[in-house]
C-alpha cells in the first residue's frame, strides 16, 4: 500500500488549519503590520522545496509555503472582518482601525 497521497493529503489539512488562527492571532496582536514575515517564510519554504528530495517533505513545505502566502491576503482581509465586527478588535490597537 502506498500512504504517500493521504500523508500529503492530511498534512496539507493540518498546515490549512495551523495558518487560520495563525492569521487571527497575528493580526489582534499586532496587526498588518508583519505581513512580510509571511512572505518571506513562504518563499523560503517555497525554494526549498525545490531542493528536497523526499517527496512527502517537498510537497509539505511547498503546501506551508503557499499556505503561509495566501495568509498574507487573508491577514489584510481579517483587518476588514474585524472593522465589521466579525472578530474581536485588540482595544490597544483600536486606533489602527479607525478612518
Keep these: 500500500m502506498n500512504f504517500i497521497g493521504i500523508t500529503i493529503a492530511f498534512s496539507t489539512f493540518l498546515i490549512i488549519g495551523l495558518c487560520h488562527p495563525l492569521v487571527i492571532k497575528m493580526e489582534y496582536y499586532s496587526g498588518t503590520r508583519y505581513w512580510?514575515?509571511?512572505?518571506?517564510?513562504?518563499?523560503?519554504?517555497?525554494?526549498?522545496?525545490?531542493?528536497?528530495?523526499?517527496?512527502i517533505a517537498s510537497s509539505i513545505l511547498g503546501v506551508t509555503g503557499a499556505s503561509l502566502l495566501w495568509g498574507i491576503g487573508e491577514l489584510f482581509a481579517q483587518k476588514k472582518r474585524v472593522q465589521k465586527g466579525w472578530f474581536p478588535m485588540n482595544p490597544k490597537r483600536r486606533h489602527e482601525y479607525e478612518d
Design 36 to 55: 512580510w514575515t509571511f512572505l518571506v517564510v513562504g518563499i523560503i519554504c517555497i525554494v526549498t522545496a525545490l531542493f528536497v528530495e523526499n517527496v
